[in-house]
Every structure is written in structure tokens, then in C-alpha cells.
């Protein structure tokens, strides 16, 4: 009895055991599972916040003016021009571009540039007009030109070279997509007159940074002295120079040093001189 009671303790121990290894091996596999499942979630999470991302609209940099359109006066075989004010309205430096689907035939001044926070520019396109086909009417003919204006935050004011872009592509957000509309030129309309408006800033302000910049210092003639300080010193002393140079005269005259008024005139223009005159 005491072997057969012994036997069947430790069976019953043995069991146990086994049971308790078993549940916690199910425990283990709940347990990886669970976590292989929230491992999952997150990662789907995460796809889904970068699918969102990439689907909400990047905050604008640039304001343009007109915002969707670019008006031509409708001239078939010249080449036309229109007008974009493009500021910036963010508050770092940012570079833009322009880029069109006719290269060939179209072609934007500036083609580039960087904007202080709150700067703009008039930026004008150019583009050849063309006949129209198919026994069109002139008005009705649709441009199939489309231009595309990208914008990049760069540090600071730094020069604008067009390798920026290439540089920081995943950087790069597209403002705009602009459509070509064409304006019969004999007849007034307020996007006509707002056009003329815009080409004749955009002409000004090009020949404004043709100029070169005015130096309001004095010019240096020489190590020591500049204009304005010689100028000054002349009026300063120009009454007693005078003064003196006409004394020499009588006394000369008086002496008979000279003899002809050619002489006596060549000697008052030399003090003259001295003068600063």
C-alpha cells in the first residue's frame, strides 16, 4: 500500500506538471499572437496616416494673381504675353519655378527665383499663338499649353540656381496649375486692363534691376581726398584766393613786371586756377 500510494502521487504530481507546462505554453502562443496582431495594427495604422498625409492639400507658399489662369491677347502668328504677381505669403524664404508642357514655344522671366517672407513679383510669359485649325473660331480655339508653378522653402536668402529642385524633390510641393485663356485684344474687359497693368510693372521693375545701384557716397579721386571734401575747401577758400590773386595783379601792374594784358591775363587765370575753379 505505501508503494502503490507513492506510485500514485507522483503520477498525479507528473500530471500536473504537464498540465501547468501546457497552459503555459497556450498562454505563450495567445500572447504572440497578440502581439503579432498589434505589431500588425500598428503597421497598418501607420500606412494609413502616410496614405492621409499624402491625400491632405500642402499648406500654399505662394499667392498668385491670377490664381488659376494665365490671360493672352488672342493674336494668331505673334507671340503674346501675359502676366502672374506671385508673393510669398509664408514665413521663410522660398524658391519657386516655372515649368511648362511647350517648352519650345513658351518661355517665363523670370524662370525662377527665391522670395523673402511677404515679397512678390510679376513674372511674364510669353507664348507664340497659332493659327487655328479645323475652321475655328479664333476665340473658341483651346490651348492645350499648360504651365505649373512649384515652389521649394529653402534657409535663408541664398542664390537661386535651378538645381535646388533637382536637389530636394521630396521637398518640392506644386502650387499651382495654370490654363491658358485668351482675351480678344480690341475689346475692353477688366482681365484686359488688369493684364496691361501687370506687363507694365513687370516692364518697370525690369528696368529698374538693369540700372546699376546709385552710390550716395562721395567719389575717391585720390588716396585721402574725395570730391565732396575738394569742392568744399574751393568755396571755403575761393574769396581768399581771389583776394590775393587780384592784389598780385595791381602790384604787378603798378612795378610794370608786365607788359601786355595777355600776360597779365595769364597770371589771374593760373591763381584762378589754384583756387579750384
Known amino acids: 500500500m505505501p508503494f502503490w500510494g507513492g506510485k500514485a502521487a507522483s503520477s498525479s504530481a ?4 504537464l498540465g501547468n507546462s501546457y497552459q503555459n505554453q497556450r498562454r505563450g502562443q495567445v500572447l504572440d499572437g497578440s502581439g503579432a496582431e498589434s505589431a500588425a495594427r500598428r503597421a497598418g495604422g501607420a500606412s494609413v496616416s502616410s496614405i492621409a498625409r499624402s491625400l491632405i492639400p500642402h499648406r500654399r507658399r505662394l ?29 521663410s524664404h522660398v524658391a519657386f519655378k516655372f515649368q511648362t508642357t511647350a517648352p519650345k514655344s513658351c518661355f517665363m522671366r523670370p524662370p525662377g527665383g527665391i522670395l523673402a517672407p511677404g515679397e512678390s ?9 497659332e493659327h487655328p485649325e479645323n475652321n475655328e473660331r479664333p476665340m473658341e480655339q483651346k490651348s492645350k499649353v499648360k504651365f505649373k508653378i512649384v515652389s521649394l522653402k529653402v534657409k535663408g536668402p541664398i542664390e537661386y ?34 493684364l496691361k497693368r501687370q506687363l507694365a510693372e513687370a516692364e518697370a521693375a525690369l528696368e529698374a534691376r538693369k540700372k546699376p545701384p546709385e552710390d550716395a557716397g562721395p567719389r575717391i579721386i585720390g588716396e585721402g581726398l574725395v570730391i565732396d571734401e575738394w569742392v568744399s575747401l574751393c568755396f571755403l577758400y575761393a574769396p581768399f584766393f581771389l583776394h590775393i590773386s587780384c ?31
Do not use: W
Open 63 to 91: 499667392r498668385l494673381d491670377p490664381p488659376t489662369k494665365l490671360f493672352f491677347p488672342y493674336e494668331p502668328g505673334k507671340q503674346v504675353r501675359s502676366a502672374v504677381r506671385i508673393k510669398n505669403t509664408s514665413k
Open 14 to 17: 507528473m500530471t500536473q506538471t
Open 121 to 129: 513679383i510679376i513674372a511674364t510669359v510669353f507664348k507664340f499663338v
Open 161 to 194: 540656381v535651378p538645381e535646388l529642385f533637382d536637389e530636394q524633390k521630396d521637398q518640392v510641393a506644386v502650387e499651382q496649375i495654370l490654363r491658358v485663356v485668351f482675351l480678344d485684344a480690341d475689346r475692353p474687359s477688366p482681365q484686359m486692363e488688369k
Open 247 to 277: 592784389q598780385f595783379y595791381l602790384e604787378l601792374a603798378k612795378r610794370q613786371a608786365i607788359e601786355t594784358f595777355h600776360e597779365c591775363f595769364f597770371f589771374f587765370v593760373m591763381f584762378l586756377r589754384l583756387a579750384g575753379f
